[in-house]
């Protein structure tokens, strides 16, 4: 049954080589079906195999799966081997010696295995010998002190804390870093927190004890990200104002957590906040569609005019018409004379700039159909 299924080629070959290998049944495998033998072999936990394989030069490159392997299945012994021998021949094998330290041995609450498994990615991302995978691939690096303490013993100083381009800093990890001498990219680690931080305490907690100082720029931060918590911790700091570009920023990443701690913060900004809505450029729209959002710039002025009507006001509906128009966007145009009947705002304006504008005939003869829908619906409501 061995041999029939190893003449199948399948993705279930390596475990087959293994077993193959475990009760040693060599003679069941062909020199054209191994493939892999190092695989089989860490998988299998055949040291002999391995030994060869290494004396007889056919091992020049280690995959650090197999090395992964060793540990996955418990093979200590192996790993082990493939650190002292093979060094010179994988840098990469630096991480994983991280686990032979004996000072490290003790913050291990887990087994090794289970170290790699947790903290691999951030060793390879700080390991300064490393060129494990893609270097523009994200990495997502733990925030377990453990973790961090294991790097800091191991490599000391060469790590940066904002290389470790932690998402969400808290006050326990910048205590950490700040007691190891390791925050030394300030205005990385102050992006990071107006960015990611989910309590003020962060930044309360950085300005006291590392000197941070937190400026206008870092307003744009945190409506990158919709951080309403930061946004308004911020919007509380002396010389932080909402300017055009915050609700620019926050407009283009749809932050409705930032505009509504705008608007709470001033109302008068709501209008700006409109206005703002139908600038944004289509084609950054789009973009933000196909990244995910799903949200269309209709749907977000319904969320205004839902949340804050008050911020829909004639002088704010003339340069929406307008910018809809120069555009040609109809469906904003649409919006605006349909749902919009509350605001007390001239519809003969609004014919007037239809007719001035450089629009097609086609979109201006649309406008005139909803501008008349709308005027005849405010009559009849009188």
């Not at 989910?198 to 990158?224: G, I, M, P, Y």
């Not at 789009?286 to 829909?312: A, C, M, Q």
Request: proline content about 4%; overall charge negative; aromatic content about 10%.
């Amino acid at each position: 049954m061995l041999v029939r299924l190893l003449e199948l080629d399948n993705q279930s070959n390596r475990f087959l080589y293994t077993a193959a290998l475990i009760n040693h049944w060599e003679d069941a495998l062909k020199p054209y079906q191994r493939g892999r033998p190092e695989l089989a072999a860490t998988m299998s936990g055949r040291m002999d195999i391995l030994r060869n394989l290494f004396e007889a030069g056919k091992l020049f490159c280690f995959d650090p799966y197999c090395i992964a392997n060793a540990l996955a299945f418990g093979h200590l012994e192996m790993f082990n081997w493939f650190v002292k021998h093979t060094r010179h021949k994988a840098p990469n094998l630096e991480i994983f010696a991280i686990l032979l330290d004996p000072s490290i041995h003790e913050l291990l609450k887990d087994p090794p295995r289970s170290f790699f498994g947790r903290y691999g990615r951030t060793v390879a991302l700080i390991c300064p010998e490393s060129d494990l995978g893609d270097p523009q691939e994200t990495r997502a690096p733990s925030t377990d002190p453990i973790a961090l303490e294991i790097l800091f013993r191991r490599f000391g100083f060469k790590i940066d804390f904002a290389a470790l381009n932690i998402d969400c800093p808290n006050v326990e990890l910048l205590e950490w870093a700040h007691s190891r001498g390791l925050i030394r990219d300030k205005a990385f680690v102050a992006q990071n927190i107006a960015r990611f931080a989910e309590t003020a305490n962060v930044a309360e907690w950085a300005c006291k004890h590392l000197s941070f100082v937190f400026e206008q720029r870092h307003l744009d931060f945190a409506c990158s990200q919709n951080n309403g918590v930061m946004t308004a911790w911020l919007l509380r700091q002396p010389g932080i104002v909402v300017d055009h570009r915050a609700i620019g920023v926050a407009i283009g990443n749809f932050a409705f957590e930032c505009i509504d701690v705008f608007i709470a913060h001033d109302p008068l900004v709501a209008e700006t906040v409109v206005v703002a809505a139908v600038q944004v450029d289509a084609a950054v729209l789009e973009v933000i569609k196909e990244n995910g959002f799903g949200v269309s710039l209709t749907e977000l002025l319904d969320w205004l005019y839902l949340r804050h009507p008050s911020g829909f006001t004639p002088h704010a509906l003339v340069h929406a018409i307008g910018v809809a128009l120069q555009n040609e966007m109809h469906e904003f145009v649409a919006f605006l004379l349909k749902s919009v009947t509350t605001v007390d705002w001239d519809l003969v304006v609004a014919r007037q700039m239809v007719e001035e504008s450089n629009a097609s005939r086609k979109f201006k003869k649309k406008l005139r159909l909803l501008i008349d829908k709308c005027a005849a619906r405010r009559a009849s409501s009188l």
